[in-house]
């Protein structure tokens, strides 16, 4: 109780509510309408149906303000816009709503977690690259806030602290979330905008998540050994002094043959979709049909009955009622800036302002612009609706590959999720963790320094390699 309380006390860290942000840059778009001088560019379409912009063809034209109904006006056809991503969202949620229903996920989790006790150092590698797996593939984040328990009870049984429990599971899948390789919510959303191929560049995003997953498991195991060495070296040593263990009062549910069965379904559905991607070129639509047919499967073979299915597909999308539709509000941003013909010119002056710095600056610019971005808005896919459509056309300025811009946007995402204090999940599990936010902070600062160092590595080797 004492340690929740420290960690509410720190009320202050908190920024304004997002949905309150977004509004607030719409009547900001609004108003810049009657101030920045109007313009456009032209725009081809290249060979692969994209539309570019013309590199010189920027030009004024009349200005059109919009007026104050008209911001109000933005967000339902901002949500029209959006549509196709925003329902992707709901009902892919809804699926793992079912699936997340039958208790495979929990009770595989727990038996993985719960059969590496004794082994001390198996222990972290495998829980990090256990949930990394949930994080590039289903965007783990929240859902990790209901492992942290016996992630914590395990660690202190084995010698190490709370932090140690907490960082073996939230990041092994911020470090998936970070490579984001079939990331629906992130990934899949920015290069839906960007219009390049679903899960494009799967390859490089891999690599750069070894390094990445890798840098995480070295980090967590040093300090948790250090601790375990050390207990004075915890940077909670007062809290852990005063914590008791007690993992037997934690209850492991059971891993059935169903649970099992539902695994090979997902593992079956996911491949099943990249097959899908890569060799027919599937979009939005029929990953979701394919996911919708692989939660159905799924909650049959689990055992749950017709209406419990799909009382979970709705509890699941429910739960995404916050990222799903600030979709459509962080495109009102866009439509605004549309309808007042100043998007073309904000564009140009950005692309004249980095124009001439080398390429790879440029893409580090844009990671940093997105890492300050995700302080506002936290949600992946909103924070991806809200600047692509202006990072896209600088790129194609720049003669960068768009690839390169969805990049900037999920690593500066992934970069701060772990350690703003504006992320529900980040301030969720340590809550549950019992620890205070400094006593995080203290731990993790030169983790995130080494992930924006691999960042940057990774962008300006993007730029280097031509990723597209």
Same mark, same amino acid.
């Given at each position: 109780?004492?340690?929740?309380?420290?960690?509410k006390?720190?009320?202050?860290l908190k920024v304004?509510?997002?949905?309150?942000?977004?509004f607030?840059?719409?009547?900001?778009?609004?108003?810049?309408?009657?101030?920045?001088?109007a313009?456009?560019?032209?725009?081809?379409?290249?060979?692969?149906?994209?539309m570019?912009?013309?590199?010189?063809?920027y030009?004024?034209?009349?200005?059109?303000?919009?007026?104050?109904f008209?911001?109000?006006?933005?967000v339902?056809?901002?949500?029209?816009?959006?549509?196709?991503?925003?329902?992707?969202?709901?009902?892919?949620?809804?699926?793992?709503?079912?699936?997340?229903?039958t208790?495979?996920?929990?009770?595989?989790?727990?038996?993985?977690?719960?059969?590496?006790?004794?082994?001390?150092k198996?222990?972290?590698?495998?829980?990090?690259?256990?949930?990394?797996?949930?994080?590039?593939?289903?965007?783990?984040?929240?859902?990790?806030?209901?492992?942290?328990?016996?992630?914590?009870?395990?660690?202190?049984?084995?010698?190490?602290?709370?932090?140690?429990?907490?960082?073996?599971?939230t990041?092994g899948?911020?470090?998936g979330?970070?490579?984001?390789?079939?990331?629906p919510?992130?990934?899949?959303?920015a290069?839906?905008?960007?219009?390049?191929?679903?899960?494009?560049?799967?390859?490089?995003?891999?690599?750069?998540?070894?390094?990445?997953?890798?840098?995480?498991?070295?980090?967590?195991?040093?300090y948790?050994?250090?601790?375990?060495?050390?207990?004075?070296?915890?940077?909670?040593?007062?809290?852990? #002094?005063? /914590?008791?263990s007690n993992?037997?009062? *934690?209850d =492991?549910p059971? @891993?059935? +043959?169903?649970?099992?069965? %539902?695994?090979?379904?997902?593992?079956?559905?996911?491949?099943?979709?990249?097959?899908g991607?890569?060799?027919?070129?599937?979009?939005?639509?029929?990953l979701?049909?394919?996911?919708?047919?692989?939660?159905?499967?799924?909650?049959?073979?689990?055992?749950?009955?017709?209406?419990t299915?799909?009382d979970?597909f709705?509890?699941?999308?429910?739960a995404?009622?916050?990222g799903?539709?600030?979709?459509?509000?962080?495109?009102?941003?866009?439509?605004?800036?549309?309808?007042?013909?100043?998007?073309?010119?904000?564009?140009?002056?950005?692309?004249?302002?980095?124009?001439?710095?080398?390429?790879?600056?440029s893409?580090?610019?844009m990671?940093?612009?997105?890492?300050l971005?995700?302080?506002?808005?936290s949600?992946?896919?909103? #924070?991806? /609706?809200?600047?692509?459509?202006?990072? *896209?056309? =600088?790129?194609? @300025?720049? +003669?960068?590959?768009?690839? %390169?811009?969805?990049?900037?946007?999920?690593?500066?995402?992934?970069?701060?999720n772990?350690?703003?204090?504006?992320?529900?999940?980040?301030?969720?599990?340590?809550?549950?963790?019992?620890i205070?936010?400094?006593?995080?902070i203290?731990?993790?600062?030169?983790?995130?320094?080494?992930?924006?160092?691999i960042?940057?590595?990774?962008?300006?080797?993007?730029?280097?390699?031509?990723?597209?």
């Amino acid at each position: 109780m004492e340690n929740e309380q420290r960690v509410k006390k720190k009320s202050w860290l908190k920024v304004p509510h997002t949905y309150t942000i977004i509004f607030a840059i719409i009547f900001l778009a609004g108003i810049a309408s009657y101030i920045i001088p109007a313009g456009e560019f032209e725009r081809v379409e290249d060979e692969e149906g994209r539309m570019l912009v013309v590199d010189g063809s920027y030009h004024h034209i009349e200005s059109e303000p919009v007026s104050f109904f008209e911001m109000f006006t933005a967000v339902p056809m901002g949500l029209e816009k959006g549509a196709q991503i925003i329902f992707y969202i709901f009902l892919v949620s809804g699926v793992f709503g079912i699936i997340r229903s039958t208790g495979a996920i929990e009770a595989g989790v727990y038996k993985g977690v719960k059969a590496l006790e004794g082994r001390e150092k198996l222990l972290i590698p495998l829980s990090m690259i256990l949930f990394s797996v949930g994080g590039f593939t289903m965007g783990m984040a929240e859902e990790t806030i209901i492992f942290v328990p016996i992630g914590v009870a395990i660690a202190r049984a084995m010698g190490f602290d709370a932090v140690t429990g907490t960082a073996m599971i939230t990041l092994g899948a911020a470090s998936g979330f970070f490579g984001g390789m079939l990331n629906p919510f992130t990934v899949g959303v920015a290069q839906s905008l960007a219009d390049v191929p679903l899960f494009s560049g799967i390859g490089f995003r891999a690599v750069v998540y070894v390094f990445v997953l890798g840098f995480a498991i070295y980090y967590v195991s040093r300090y948790a050994f250090k601790v375990k060495k050390n207990p004075q070296a915890s940077v909670i040593y007062d809290i852990e #002094q005063k /914590a008791k263990s007690n993992v037997s009062a *934690i209850d =492991i549910p059971a @891993l059935t +043959g169903k649970h099992k069965f %539902v695994f090979i379904v997902m593992a079956c559905g996911i491949g099943f979709n990249i097959y899908g991607v890569f060799n027919w070129g599937w979009f939005l639509t029929q990953l979701t049909a394919s996911f919708l047919i692989m939660g159905l499967v799924a909650g049959l073979i689990g055992g749950l009955k017709p209406a419990t299915i799909f009382d979970s597909f709705i509890e699941g999308a429910k739960a995404v009622t916050f990222g799903a539709l600030i979709v459509g509000f962080a495109r009102a941003i866009t439509v605004v800036l549309e309808q007042g013909k100043i998007i073309d010119t904000i564009v140009y002056a950005a692309s004249e302002t980095i124009g001439h710095l080398p390429h790879a600056i440029s893409a580090i610019g844009m990671l940093v612009i997105q890492a300050l971005l995700n302080l506002f808005i936290s949600s992946g896919s909103g #924070q991806a /609706a809200a600047t692509m459509p202006i990072m *896209i056309p =600088i790129t194609d @300025l720049l +003669g960068l590959e768009r690839q %390169v811009a969805v990049l900037a946007f999920q690593y500066g995402d992934s970069l701060t999720n772990s350690i703003i204090p504006t992320s529900s999940a980040l301030m969720a599990y340590l809550a549950v963790a019992g620890i205070p936010y400094e006593k995080w902070i203290k731990f993790i600062w030169k983790m995130i320094l080494g992930w924006a160092l691999i960042a940057c590595l990774a962008l300006i080797a993007a730029v280097a390699l031509g990723i597209s």
